[in-house]
């Protein structure tokens, strides 16, 4: 399942980051397309290059921003990890160690008729 999970946020952050470029890119040119039509002017260029410049600083945010996430989710993933661990191993060296069930040499000695007498009452 983890592979999944990871195929699947890696597809995710490709798509945002290729959102993140193509977005202000797009809008540059069409801002100073529309300026250019409108007013005359000559800054579709200037727009343009201002719309990659934003794309890469927010592409550069968001995988620093994922990177640091996927960070944060791996360490907590190695804290769970060694805490069940350490519970296995604590709860094993915690607890006294049980009596066996196999009969000993003296309890076949004495058979079940021992085992079988009322408590609280001393036979002679």
Do not use: H, W
């Not at 999970?5 to 040119?29: D, E, H, N, Y």
Request: charged share 30%.
């Amino acid at each position: 399942m983890r592979y999944k999970k990871s195929v699947f946020r890696s597809l995710a952050m490709v798509t945002q980051l290729g959102l993140c470029v193509l977005t202000p890119t797009i809008l540059g040119i069409a801002a100073g397309s529309f300026l250019d039509a409108r007013f005359g002017t000559k800054v579709t260029l200037i727009l343009l290059i201002l719309g990659v410049l934003g794309g890469g600083r927010g592409a550069y945010l968001t995988a620093k921003r994922i990177v640091e996430q996927e960070a944060r989710e791996e360490k907590t993933e190695r804290e769970r990890q060694l805490r069940e661990v350490l519970a296995d191993a604590g709860n094993s060296a915690d607890r006294p160690k049980r009596p066996s069930r196999i009969l000993t040499a003296d309890s076949a000695e004495n058979g079940p008729a021992d085992r079988a007498a009322p408590r609280g009452e001393d036979s002679a």
